[in-house]
């Protein structure tokens, strides 16, 4: 698994994952392209043998206090191994380090696998958002994580796991 920053090369790439993930309500290409070139974003793609088999984004303007996730997506075949994690945590870091101390994200209410990822990073559900995607008529549950505790608890378990391997 490497993550590196996306390019407009990636575009292509990106985009049948986001189609084949979000088959309804899918980007548009201009859309994507437009997020790729935002100085306010960073998006980050997952490449295995050369191919990108995941993608997300951020949106964290520098010295703002909240930031969004905007999307996360794994190729089907890709799934279930940690990348969705390890891309969630690269994206709140981003975020972190542009200096905001909350982050934001949607998800479908009938996706329960990125909603229990999300919870496991220590987001909350605040609220909800009726029928928020279209043409499927599904609420976005609507989460936050608050970066200054996650960043600590990630260092305290950090520093739990090498007392243990000292042992």
Same mark, same amino acid.
């Given at each position: 698994?490497?993550? $590196?920053?996306?390019? *407009?090369?990636?575009?292509?790439?990106?985009?049948?994952?986001e189609r084949a993930s979000f088959p309804t309500d899918a980007w548009s290409d201009a859309m994507m392209?437009?997020?790729?070139? /935002?100085?306010?974003?960073? &998006?980050?793609?997952?490449?295995?043998?050369? $191919?990108?088999?995941? &993608?997300?984004?951020?949106?964290?303007?520098?010295?703002?206090?909240?930031?969004?996730?905007q999307t996360i997506a794994i190729a089907a075949s890709a799934r279930g191994r940690g990348r969705g994690?390890?891309?969630?945590?690269?994206?709140?870091?981003?975020? %972190?380090? $542009?200096? *905001? $101390? =909350?982050?934001?994200?949607?998800?479908?209410?009938?996706?329960?696998?990125?909603?229990?990822? &999300?919870? /496991? =990073?220590?987001?909350? =559900?605040?609220?909800?958002?009726?029928? &928020?995607?279209?043409?499927?008529?599904?609420?976005?549950?609507?989460?936050?994580?608050?970066?200054?505790?996650? *960043?600590?608890? %990630?260092?305290?378990? /950090?520093?739990?796991?090498?007392?243990?391997?000292?042992?």
């Open positions: 698994m490497t993550l $590196r920053d996306a390019t *407009a090369d990636d575009l292509a790439a990106i985009m049948a994952i392209q437009g997020e790729l070139v /935002s100085p306010h974003g960073r &998006y980050l793609v997952d490449v295995e043998a050369g $191919r990108v088999v995941g &993608y997300g984004g951020v949106r964290a303007v520098q010295g703002a206090a909240d930031a969004d996730v994690r390890t891309l969630l945590r690269a994206l709140a870091e981003t975020a %972190r380090a $542009r200096g *905001a $101390r =909350e982050l934001f994200l949607e998800v479908r209410a009938d996706n329960p696998v990125a909603a229990a990822l &999300y919870r /496991s =990073e220590g987001f909350a =559900e605040i609220g909800r958002r009726p029928r &928020y995607y279209q043409p499927d008529d599904v609420d976005a549950v609507v989460m936050t994580l608050d970066l200054r505790a996650w *960043a600590a608890s %990630r260092a305290a378990a /950090s520093t739990a796991a090498d007392a243990g391997a000292c042992t």
